[in-house]
């Protein structure tokens, strides 16, 4: 076991851990933009309020080449091996103010037998980016992002207990992910919209976001009525919502089909209890 305790040591543990080995980080702010690539590894704090790894990459941002980051080269942590747990601490992107900045990534998952629990991830709008990405990106930033961040490979992934808070399309991508008992939080935008979930499920794929036991709650300040539950980023995406609790802030209709896309036509979206007003596209579980 590796105890870190100071923010020079931690992206140094990081590259030298062994498969399997567990890295435990003391109580304080590690602020650090730092990646996994060793598979098996454990992440441990101190406590989601207490152990914190934050940074403040944006989409917009220009970096040392003049190239803007583009939303998946902004996260705070970013998990690129497989069978990585982390535990008891969050993970923070500040940068704030998306409808200037763009998209801010705190986390990215582009791991199989993912684990998290009792964490807290904050963001705004894209918070967490579960992998792989959708075939057309794939091919789209075949010279733009490196390779760890564009293979075709069945992630899946599990959250427990944890805190997911964000603005717009806040959890998204093409993992096979479920959330059990987890706080799902809507923070105020200036915008005045909201979408929890964009899930872009490829066809083949018949795992997508499933929420188990969650509850989507808000913000002091977000209007009632403006936030939903999910919206297809791409044809075929899935999602389940099962024994959730919603507060005021979540629109009756509680999906939205992407702007002016027919995705409603392909979307695989599910909740049950199925709520009275929602859209005719949504189906219920049995």
């Not at 980080?25 to 152990?51: H, M, N, S, W």
């Not at 583009?70 to 704030?96: E, K, M, P, Y």
């Not at 930033?141 to 490196?146: A, E, I, S, T």
């Not at 976001?209 to 936030?227: A, H, L, W, Y």
Request: proline share 4%; aromatic share 12%; hydrophobic share 35%.
């Amino acid at each position: 076991m590796l105890e870190i305790t100071s923010q020079a040591g931690f992206q140094k543990a990081l590259n030298e851990a062994r498969p399997g080995e567990t890295i435990r980080l003391a109580e304080g702010d590690y602020r650090v933009k730092a990646a996994i690539f060793t598979q098996g590894v454990t992440l441990e704090g101190a406590g989601a309020d207490r152990t914190r790894i934050c940074w403040d990459d944006y989409a917009k941002k220009l970096d040392e080449d003049g190239v803007e980051y583009n939303t998946f080269r902004t996260w705070t942590l970013a998990v690129c091996a497989d069978g990585v747990t982390l535990r008891d601490l969050s993970i923070i992107n500040s940068s704030l103010h998306p409808e200037e900045k763009g998209q801010e990534v705190a986390l990215t998952v582009y791991g199989d037998r993912f684990t998290m629990e009792r964490c807290r991830l904050t963001s705004t709008q894209d918070t967490l980016f579960l992998g792989p990405l959708p075939d057309d990106l794939i091919e789209r930033y075949d010279d733009f992002l490196p390779r760890f961040l564009r293979l075709s490979k069945t992630c899946a992934q599990r959250f427990a207990d944890c805190l997911i808070e964000g603005t717009v399309d806040f959890i998204f991508g093409c993992g096979e992910a479920v959330f059990e008992n987890c706080e799902i939080r809507s923070l105020c935008d200036a915008r005045g919209i909201g979408y929890a979930a964009a899930p872009a499920h490829e066809p083949r794929q018949t795992r997508g976001f499933q929420f188990q036991n969650c509850r989507f709650t808000m913000e002091d300040g977000v209007t009632p009525g403006s936030i939903y539950l999910a919206r297809p980023w791409r044809d075929f995406g899935l999602c389940e919502f099962r024994d959730c609790t919603y507060g005021p802030h979540i629109s009756p209709e509680g999906f939205d089909k992407w702007n002016d896309t027919q995705r409603d036509k392909t979307a695989r979206f599910y909740e049950t209890p199925f709520a009275k007003g929602r859209v005719s596209w949504v189906r219920c579980l049995d």
